[in-house]
């Protein structure tokens, strides 16, 4: 148990001092009698679906998730994709030109991306040959400054999970924000880290509806942290952030687990068929093992492999820039008819 953990020594001067915006529907919290009349927010009394502001925090859908996942609502927190959670942490713990990140590539590039645009310094430390996060060197990097730590587990583009006694040591003993980002969580056969939300006071958690559960043009992102996490980037969210027909969308696609679940497995046959047909490909010299909707490979010579699958209509990712990732490519799991011709156009090439 972390005992002597503070998040108010972490939160920028300023956000603790903030008092957010105070939306119409933010201060009218009691809006479930039918005969109440708004007049409050300006809008468009004629209904059509969507005249009125969304639900700044969403309550439908946390109920859902909560339900689903086994956390309280105020342990949620929503954004516009997991994108807006991540840039949200940045902005309420990392002060501009002060403080630093710790990042381990190979990984997600909007990490880099985020710490950039805050004007934070991205601190970076390569995974170890078989993409496991080096504690030692990791601690070694870290300073009074060192605000969060991004875990991407299972990872992209590596495809893989880092072990739970590597992520335990780091939630232990970095004394910063570790952000476990799960985005892939449900193709994996590895636990999520939520149940260990009480444990760990400095443990946050990103998960998203665009990947497992097939809504990556809603951007809807997920937040699970403690509370007191969660009250501190609520004061800094946009008030209506997640828009009504996303929300609804959500909630429909929530409600349809069954459907989830059935396309995960699917996915991951699709994964075994295209793994084991990859391997009948000459130029192929490496497939990483993958707990996740896509796989990494590494080829003779990535950039032309890539350039010969545009010419025929196929588009993957070349990685082949990344450290670690020297001519590799990632390729997302596809439908059946959509992997056999891949499978097909890697024959042909
Ligand atoms: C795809 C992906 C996300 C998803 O971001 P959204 O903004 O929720 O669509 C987050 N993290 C990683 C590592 C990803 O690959």
């Known amino acids: 148990m972390i005992t002597d953990f503070n998040i108010n020594s972490l939160v920028r001067a300023n956000i603790k001092e903030l008092k957010s915006y105070s939306s119409a529907r933010d ?29 700044p925090q969403q309550h439908a859908v946390k109920t859902l998730l909560s339900e689903m996942k086994n956390v309280e609502t105020g342990n949620i927190l929503l954004g516009n994709g997991s994108d807006e959670v991540l840039d949200l942490l940045f902005r309420a713990f990392c002060e501009p030109n002060v403080d630093n990140v710790i990042t381990l590539p190979p990984t997600y590039g909007m990490y880099a991306v985020l710490a950039s645009i805050n004007a934070i310094e991205n601190r970076t430390v390569l995974l170890s040959d078989n993409f496991q996060p080096r504690v030692d060197s990791i601690l070694k990097a870290v300073d009074a400054q060192s605000k969060i730590l991004f875990l991407c587990s299972p990872n992209n583009p590596t495809g893989n999970s880092f072990s739970i006694e ?11 924000l570790v952000v476990i980002d799960e985005a892939y969580i449900d193709f994996s056969d590895e636990k999520s880290w ?29 937040c699970y942290a403690s509370q007191q996490i969660i009250a501190i980037l609520n004061t800094i969210k946009p008030p209506y952030n997640i828009n009504e027909l996303s929300q609804q969308s959500a909630i429909e696609r929530l409600l349809q687990s069954d459907e989830v679940v059935q396309e995960i497995v699917k996915i991951k046959e699709e994964r075994a068929y295209l793994v084991s047909n990859l391997k009948t490909i000459n130029y192929v010299q490496e497939i990483y093992p993958s707990a996740c909707n896509f796989v990494l490979i590494k080829v003779d010579n990535a950039t032309k492999r890539y350039d010969q699958l545009i010419t025929k209509g196929i588009v993957i990712r070349n990685r082949t820039s990344q450290p670690l990732c020297e001519n590799c490519l990632r390729l997302t799991v596809g439908t059946r008819l959509e992997n056999s011709r891949l499978i097909q156009v890697l024959k042909e090439i």
């Open 27 to 55: 201060e009218y919290k009691d809006a479930t009698t039918k005969e109440v009349i708004f007049l409050d927010a300006n809008e468009n009394p004629f209904e059509n679906g969507v005249n009125r502001y969304p639900d």
């Open 194 to 222: 939520l149940e260990k939300l009480k444990k760990y006071p400095n443990l946050v958690i990103t998960q998203t509806l665009s990947k497992a559960y097939g809504l990556a043009g809603i951007r809807l992102g997920v």
């Open 166 to 176: 590597t992520i335990e040591a780091l939630l232990l003993r970095f004394r910063g």
